[in-house]
């Protein structure tokens, strides 16, 4: 959003009712924040309240420039109505991370909110992803599939689709029920080619994602890879179609992905070099072409990407490049290394603020510590 929304000179006349902020959840500094609104993914956006510091709303997901300045003129609105006050509350234990509550609340908002409006649309993608985050993927999938069929040729229905689908994917394989992944599946196929939705070549290329997970759960191969080709056949023309390095560097992680996912990772090195060019300060482009070294069993080079990219990272992600690190020593035989890099890792972890540290990611570190 940052190369190909928020660049767009007619937000500006927005700058009056709204005070923008922008916040780095990878920077210590900001832990206090992260702990007090919780993102479950990137991004989020919130409208805070700013005397009482309480979130009025929040979205998961990406915008278009129309659709960012619907919310934005939405949110313009006082709360007057049962159903509004049950969304804003749905929203403030989703930022809490109480989402079976959420879950709850957001049901009420839908009992009352009319279908045809936005607030019905954001209470319909919070009940969901509420339902997925407390890992009820049955009520996931069930309440999904319904939603998505009553907000069917909206884009709030084709992220429902796709959240049900994920949902879908996650249920044991005697759970799963042919019908309705089938349904789902062909809605989201659908969604992803539409030229009718508002959606962003970022949106699109995760429903690609969703759609070769729910493949790969069904012990569809072929299905699977043929949906690999297409995918990457569509990063490679979104990021042709890029005006500027920043806009193209958007489709990095995806285009890499695919690229190792297809068997062939040495594509993806000319494009990151590109990238690690055009921004010599960031932590992706080495991180990522250390990715695709490992990929390709070029070990020494994987630790040296890995190595540019640490000190240019912060918070949780440097744990992340550590342990690609600490993997490359080890396809390279070197355990030593991987051990003492585990064990900076560790202490790394530890140190993290409350907000940023993980018991779980800690946990995880020294059992692959032990492992090595």
């Not at 956006?45 to 300045?69: M, N, Q």
């Not at 234990?93 to 839908?110: I, N, S, V, W």
């Not at 879908?168 to 989201?188: I, N, Q």
């Not at 995918?231 to 690229?259: G, I, Q």
């Amino acid at each position: 959003m940052r190369a190909y929304v928020f660049t767009d000179a007619t937000l500006a006349r927005y700058a009056g009712r709204f005070v923008w902020l922008s916040v780095d959840i990878d920077n210590a500094a900001n832990a206090k924040f992260i702990s007090k609104y919780q993102t479950p993914g990137v991004p989020t956006f919130f409208v805070i309240d700013p005397k009482a510091e309480a979130v009025t709303t929040r979205y998961v997901g990406g915008f278009t420039v129309a659709s960012l300045k619907k919310f934005l003129d939405d949110n313009g609105r006082k709360e007057t109505s049962p159903g509004d006050q049950f969304l804003v509350m749905a929203d403030r234990f989703a930022t809490e991370g109480r989402h079976d509550a959420a879950a709850k609340e957001y049901e009420e908002a839908l009992a009352v909110l009319p279908k045809e409006s936005l607030r019905y649309g954001r209470a319909a993608e919070g009940r969901v992803l509420s339902l997925q985050m407390s890992h009820a993927n049955q009520a996931c999938v069930d309440d999904g599939l319904e939603l998505a069929y009553k907000l069917a040729g909206t884009v709030s229905g084709a992220n429902l689709a796709d959240m049900a689908l994920d949902c879908e994917s996650g249920l044991k394989p005697e759970e799963r029920k042919a019908a309705t992944f089938a349904a789902l599946e062909k809605m989201v196929r659908e969604n992803v080619t539409s030229t009718k939705l508002d959606l962003s070549g970022d949106d699109r290329s995760g429903y690609y994602i969703s759609l070769i997970g729910a493949h790969d759960a069904m012990k569809d191969e072929a299905g699977a890879h043929k949906l690999r080709e297409e995918w990457s056949a569509f990063l490679e023309r979104e990021a042709a179609r890029a005006k500027t390095p920043e806009e193209r560097a958007v489709y990095d992680s995806h285009r890499l992905s695919a690229d190792i996912e297809l068997g062939h990772p040495e594509k993806a090195i000319p494009m990151l070099e590109q990238s690690q060019k055009d921004f010599p300060d960031d932590y992706n482009p080495p991180a990522r072409l250390s990715a695709a070294y490992r990929a390709m069993k070029k070990w020494d080079e994987a630790i040296a990407a890995a190595k540019r990219a640490i000190p240019k990272s912060q918070g949780p992600r440097r744990l992340t490049i550590y342990r690609g690190l600490a993997d490359a020593y080890v396809g390279k035989g070197d355990k030593e290394a991987a051990r003492a890099t585990l064990k900076e890792a560790i202490a790394f972890a530890e140190a993290l603020p409350e907000g940023q540290r993980n018991a779980n990611t800690i946990a995880s570190l020294k059992k692959k510590l032990e492992a090595v």
